[in-house]
């Protein structure tokens, strides 16, 4: 059950559609609130030939797959999509306009953004309030240690953030700067948890906000169709071949 309705639930936009994004995606909305990924192009991590150092995969994962899989739950935990790219930040009283981009330029206003946009930090460059680290080519938004940056509202996560160029640490920051999103505000949170029916009720407890509890014949159902959806995205290799490094790429076709 969602904690609030999305009418009246605040507002994230996340700027970057990969691993750290899309997990900033999914606890926000799973927590109430109303979340919009903004994203163009494709996620650095469909470079990679076959990814073999995220937990619960012990033989590894096609890469393109499991990003698939990462949109296909943040949507299915009520994120919207934006296909296009932030050309501006602009704060004001209450959140942010962001400046999107598109085949037909548009805005849209944010209670809260997060910067998961690696490597485009080009619309962070006019707020005075954030710092900027440039490190050979690439730049870096500054944070604290739980992803807040100088401009309250403002957030960032994965690589722009400074976290290590590996996927699972991505989304373990991603998750982390959500919550720091959640506890931020004042949208009831305790944990984002399924319990077992009674596991807080029988203990003469209300179940805490962002929790659920539920019956016997909820868990199998709930087992089931993660079952049937897990079997039907493994039963055939994915159709798309690794995206090759641009300079390689652009040597191959010069050739």
């Known amino acids: 059950t969602e904690p609030m309705s999305r009418q009246n639930a605040p507002r994230v936009a996340v700027v970057g559609g990969g691993v750290a994004g899309l997990t900033v995606a999914m606890f926000t909305a799973r927590a109430g609130f109303d979340t919009v990924v903004v994203d163009h192009g494709e996620s650095i991590l469909r470079?990679?030939?076959?990814?073999?150092?995220?937990?619960?995969?012990?033989?590894?994962?096609?890469?393109?797959?499991?990003?698939?899989?990462?949109?296909?739950?943040?949507?299915?935990?009520?994120?919207?999509?934006?296909?296009?790219?932030?050309?501006?930040?602009?704060?004001?009283?209450?959140?942010?306009?962001?400046?999107?981009?598109?085949?037909?330029?548009?805005?849209?206003?944010?209670?809260?953004?997060?910067?998961?946009?690696?490597?485009?930090?080009?619309?962070?460059?006019?707020?005075?309030?954030?710092?900027?680290?440039?490190?050979?080519?690439?730049?870096?938004?500054?944070?604290?240690?739980?992803?807040?940056?100088?401009?309250?509202?403002?957030?960032?996560?994965?690589?722009?953030?400074?976290?290590?160029?590996?996927?699972?640490?991505?989304?373990?920051h991603g998750a982390e700067v959500a919550l720091t999103l959640v506890h931020d505000s004042d949208v009831p949170f305790y944990h984002d948890w399924v319990a077992p029916e009674g596991y807080f009720t029988e203990r003469g407890r209300e179940v805490p906000p962002g929790c659920e509890e539920i019956d016997e014949a909820e868990r199998r159902r709930r087992e089931r169709e993660s079952m049937e959806l897990m079997a039907e995205a493994f039963d055939e290799h994915h159709p798309d071949e690794p995206t090759m490094h641009p300079s390689v790429a652009e040597n191959r076709n010069g050739s």
């Open 47 to 172: 470079r990679n030939a076959h990814l073999e150092n995220v937990p619960g995969f012990p033989a590894g994962v096609n890469s393109r797959l499991f990003v698939d899989l990462l949109e296909r739950q943040a949507e299915r935990n009520g994120c919207l999509f934006e296909d296009g790219t932030v050309t501006e930040l602009t704060p004001g009283e209450e959140g942010f306009d962001v400046r999107i981009d598109a085949e037909d330029a548009s805005e849209l206003s944010a209670d809260y953004v997060v910067a998961a946009s690696w490597s485009d930090a080009a619309y962070l460059e006019e707020l005075d309030a954030i710092g900027l680290l440039t490190r050979g080519s690439k730049t870096y938004v500054d944070t604290d240690d739980d992803g807040r940056t100088g401009l309250e509202g403002l957030y960032a996560a994965g690589r722009i953030a400074g976290a290590a160029h590996q996927a699972i640490v991505c989304a373990g």
